[in-house]
């Protein structure tokens, strides 16, 4: 079956710092990618996808591509700020109709500090 | 556009009750999906339906059911609810007419039985 493995945290930065959230999957096909973040006492928001390999997802600073051959989807932010502290989710979905729900990472909680 | 709306926010019930949780997804979506996210955990995949009908179950005991109408918004019901139904349910709701199957989530229903 589908799974997703992501970098255990809890990760804490100083503010400005280079972000790096490892994600690697498992799952047969061309899963489509996500990233989904979570504040406190919130559900989740997406903040990028890709759905082939090679594609790029990108959003508010944050970036990660779809690397097949390493069955990788790492998330990277050039300069991290407090705001961005919150729990990150990996998961991935099946991309035919039909086999569209998530399979999540167990999350990594991120917190920046001034 | 208003998200994906869940209600109640929060509800507390005793072992051995029904909880019925309440779901309207994104305008023009017709697939809603429920997930469990207990502490520290990522989500878990209950249930999908599209257009009225169950197209996917997650691992989840009988006790656990759920039904959509016939304007998309749904219900998911518990019975005999246990002390580890205790989590954060998300409804999330996609379009499986525009090609993409990204799913945007609800604020959640946090459910803590006593």
């Known amino acids: 079956g589908n799974s997703v493995t992501q970098m255990e945290g809890p990760v804490t930065l100083s503010e400005e710092a280079f972000l790096t959230i490892n994600c690697t999957y498992t799952a047969t096909g061309y899963p489509s990618l996500f990233w989904y973040v979570q504040y406190p006492g919130e559900g989740l928001q997406l903040l990028l996808k890709?759905?082939?390999?090679?594609d790029k997802g990108s959003n508010k600073g944050f970036e990660a591509t779809y690397r097949k051959e390493t069955t990788s989807f790492h998330l990277e932010k050039g300069s991290v700020q407090v705001s961005d502290s919150a729990v990150y989710f990996c998961?991935?979905?099946?991309?035919?109709?039909?086999?569209?729900?998530?399979?999540f990472g167990t999350g990594t909680r991120l917190t920046i500090i001034p | 556009d208003a998200g994906v709306t869940q209600s109640p926010t929060h509800l507390i019930k005793t072992r051995g009750q029904h909880v019925t949780l309440r779901c309207s997804p994104i305008?023009?979506?017709?697939?809603v999906s429920w997930y469990q996210q207990v502490l520290g955990q990522g989500p878990q995949f209950i249930f999908q339906?599209?257009?009225?009908?169950?197209?996917g179950r997650g691992n989840f005991p009988d006790r656990f059911s759920a039904r959509q109408f016939p304007n998309y918004s749904s219900e998911l019901n518990v019975n005999a609810l246990l002390l580890g139904d205790s989590a954060l349910y998300l409804c999330a709701s996609f379009s499986l007419d525009s090609g993409s199957y990204t799913q945007y989530f609800g604020p959640g229903t946090r459910l803590t039985v006593l």
């Open positions: 890709a759905t082939k390999a090679d």
């Open positions: 339906y599209y257009e009225k009908e169950e197209r």
């Open positions: 998961a991935l979905s099946g991309a035919n109709f039909g086999n569209e729900k998530l399979t």
């Open positions: 305008s023009g979506h017709k697939s």
